[in-house]
């Protein structure tokens, strides 16, 4: 035999029992709840009660306090067939220091640290770097074509405009050591190597975005980044390269810091730190 259920003409709408709630690492709250409403009250202002950013007491109030400050994510309506109606609600939030839906904010952070290979021209290779100065101009010509490498004469040959070579004693002189080796590299016709890198990346929520500072701090170094993350030692040193930040509800930001590991040297102090 068919239940017909009945909901009282002077409630808008009944919370079912039961509810989930769902912590996040860096101190998120995502809960939800039912919510049984008649069909006919269906309507723009009583819907309006369960708009985004709605506190989660205002729909159920008893709600237990540590969650009373949670507000509507979303809501989604489904028919039941029987004149009622089911509102699947999404609540968000964020944790607090202290019980009650009151007191100061409790920051939870996690981080990651990933590696991961960079193809890079030569002349960010340390060896290519401690080559004189000479060595690297003629290897430039080399990458630009307008010079090429005879590995086996080891000489250094001109394109004439005709087309021929010319070999060049005094140039192919400059060629020695390790520059013999990018030579010979760039005669097999490569012209970028692979960099190990690290991304250092800092993930928090809170009910506030990233500040000012943390904005007018991408593409420049950070010596201290939040988390304290290791560096391999001397001569390295932190950038800020890829903030991103998302919303949940309307109090509720979940961000991410990415940090690149870079040389602390001259080049890199002048175009980032300013």
Same mark, same amino acid.
């Given at each position: 035999?068919?239940?017909?259920?009945?909901?009282?003409?002077?409630?808008?709408?009944?919370?079912?029992?039961?509810?989930?709630?769902?912590?996040?690492?860096? +101190?998120?709250?995502?809960?939800?709840?039912?919510? #049984?409403?008649?069909?006919?009250?269906?309507?723009?202002?009583?819907?309006?009660?369960?708009?985004? +950013?709605?506190?989660?007491?205002?729909?159920?109030?008893?709600?237990?306090?540590?969650?009373?400050?949670?507000?509507?994510? !979303?809501?989604?309506?489904?028919?039941?067939?029987?004149?009622?109606?089911?509102?699947?609600? !999404?609540?968000?939030?964020?944790?607090?220091?202290?019980?009650?839906?009151?007191?100061?904010?409790?920051?939870?952070?996690?981080?990651?640290?990933? +590696?991961?290979?960079?193809?890079?021209?030569?002349?960010?290779?340390?060896?290519?770097?401690?080559?004189?100065?000479?060595?690297?101009?003629?290897?430039?010509?080399?990458?630009?074509?307008?010079?090429?490498?005879?590995?086996?004469?080891?000489?250094?040959?001109?394109?004439?405009?005709?087309?021929?070579?010319?070999?060049?004693?005094? #140039?192919?002189?400059?060629?020695?050591?390790?520059?013999?080796?990018?030579?010979?590299?760039?005669?097999?016709?490569?012209?970028?190597?692979?960099?190990?890198?690290?991304?250092?990346?800092?993930? !928090?929520?809170?009910?506030? +975005?990233?500040?000012?500072?943390?904005?007018?701090? #991408?593409?420049?170094?950070?010596?201290?980044?939040?988390?304290?993350?290791?560096?391999?030692?001397?001569?390295?040193?932190?950038?800020?390269?890829?903030?991103?930040?998302?919303?949940?509800?309307?109090?509720?930001?979940?961000?991410? #810091?990415?940090?690149?590991?870079?040389?602390?040297?001259?080049?890199?102090?002048?175009?980032?730190?300013?």
């Amino acid at each position: 035999m068919a239940i017909k259920q009945f909901l009282s003409s002077s409630l808008k709408w009944v919370p079912q029992p039961g509810f989930s709630v769902n912590y996040t690492e860096n +101190g998120g709250i995502e809960a939800s709840q039912d919510v #049984l409403i008649r069909n006919s009250d269906l309507s723009t202002s009583t819907l309006a009660t369960f708009n985004r +950013g709605t506190r989660w007491e205002t729909i159920f109030p008893q709600v237990p306090t540590n969650y009373r400050s949670l507000t509507i994510k !979303t809501f989604e309506p489904t028919d039941r067939g029987d004149g009622f109606s089911i509102l699947k609600c !999404t609540f968000t939030g964020y944790q607090f220091v202290g019980p009650g839906s009151s007191g100061t904010e409790e920051e939870q952070a996690t981080s990651t640290l990933t +590696g991961q290979l960079i193809s890079e021209p030569f002349s960010s290779h340390p060896k290519w770097i401690d080559l004189p100065q000479t060595a690297k101009t003629v290897l430039g010509y080399l990458l630009s074509g307008e010079y090429v490498w005879d590995g086996e004469e080891k000489k250094i040959k001109i394109v004439q405009e005709d087309g021929s070579l010319f070999a060049n004693d005094t #140039l192919s002189d400059l060629i020695v050591g390790d520059a013999i080796d990018f030579a010979n590299i760039i005669a097999e016709g490569d012209q970028t190597w692979d960099r190990g890198g690290w991304t250092y990346s800092y993930h !928090t929520e809170s009910e506030k +975005g990233f500040t000012p500072a943390q904005l007018n701090s #991408l593409g420049k170094i950070v010596s201290n980044p939040p988390g304290e993350p290791e560096t391999p030692g001397v001569g390295w040193t932190w950038m800020l390269a890829s903030p991103s930040q998302s919303q949940s509800g309307p109090d509720r930001f979940i961000k991410t #810091l990415d940090f690149r590991l870079i040389q602390d040297n001259a080049k890199n102090q002048f175009l980032y730190d300013y």
